[in-house]
């Protein structure tokens, strides 16, 4: 099987080529493609170097997947070309998630609306991931009437020159920005341009996305999305009102067996999930398990996920997976 990871070089689609090595996926050909100025270098896959190729050279050798990581603009331009000629996209950019005519994938949840003819397959923005992914099962048993979500998100999410930039602050060093603000020792509660509404595009892509993603567009959801100096690992609380009651007991025998979730929650022995444990891992920890006493049928949660892994490339790669196990592939 031919695989296009489109992006190769950037912080997402190197996890992407780490997670297909890991899992063992069927890559008989790889095709890293970057942008113009990385066409020519090679990269070490499978104890072989593969050579970056552009794309147009990715298109000619016809992958039967292609994986995006490259940004919105790029995927607009170069998705549906990808498709024309037969390739199944699996985007990593916010450019198809809220189109109708594509699907919005999440293994666990909702890979089961995949069909031959979905050649565009949207992967959903990181923080929704794994938001998704421990309230699903909590969903189906309780039926959600509202979601209150703060996040607390690494400097990786936003990319190499964040990271560079936490670093050189680190060392009191100069360097180019990507925030308007220092990131070391600070917190930004911003994340993404503001939207006339006065939320970030960030703190929509969460209320839009998981709606999409649970059809269930009648889901009261408020989204607050912070930057913090951290290297990997997004975390969040969230507070999720239902429709039905709950025993916290229940609870956690569901998210225990859910799909990806992971519980750590033993505040006696002080456990609880942290960026720490989530750092080259693919579930969703969840903990810190309590009823919102100031309402009835409200929970308290605390959600981490490693970002470029479940958040983005792991969850890319187990999309492709299943289309391979299906047969969903031309």
Known sequence: MKIAVVGATGLV?????QVLEERKFPVKELIPVASAKSVGKELLFQGKRWKV?????????KPSIALFSAGGSTSLTWAPRFAAAGITVIDNSSA????????????EINANQLTKSDKIIANPNCSTIQMVVALKPLHDAYHIRRIVVSTYQSVTGTGVQAVEQ??????????QKAYHWPIDLNVIPQIDVFLENGYTKEEMKMVNET?????????????????????????????????????LDAVRD???????????????????PMPLH????????????RRDESQPKTLNMWIV????????????????EYLVTKGLLA
């Not at 190729?53 to 050798?61: T, Y």
């Not at 936490?166 to 360097?175: I, N, T, V």
């Open 166 to 175: 936490l670093m050189q602050e680190r060392k009191g060093e100069d360097g």
């Open 278 to 289: 989530s750092k080259d891992r693919d579930e969703v920890f969840v903990g810190r398990l």
């Open 211 to 247: 709606r999409k993603i649970l059809q269930a567009e009648h889901i009261g959801i408020t989204a607050t999305t912070v930057r913090i100096p951290v290297m990997g690992g997004h975390s969040e609380a969230v507070n999720v009102e239902f429709e039905r009651e709950f025993s």
């Open 254 to 272: 569901l998210l225990s067996n859910a799909p990806g979730v992971k519980v750590k929650d033993n505040i006696a022995k002080f456990e609880y």
């Open 13 to 17: 689609g190197s996890k992407m080529l």
């Open 305 to 320: 996920a490693d970002n470029l892994r479940k958040g983005a490339a792991t969850n890319a790669v187990q999309i492709a």
């Open 96 to 107: 198809w998630r809220m189109d109708p005519t594509k699907k919005l994938i999440v293994p």
């Open 53 to 61: 190729v552009s794309m147009e050279e990715a298109i000619a050798l």
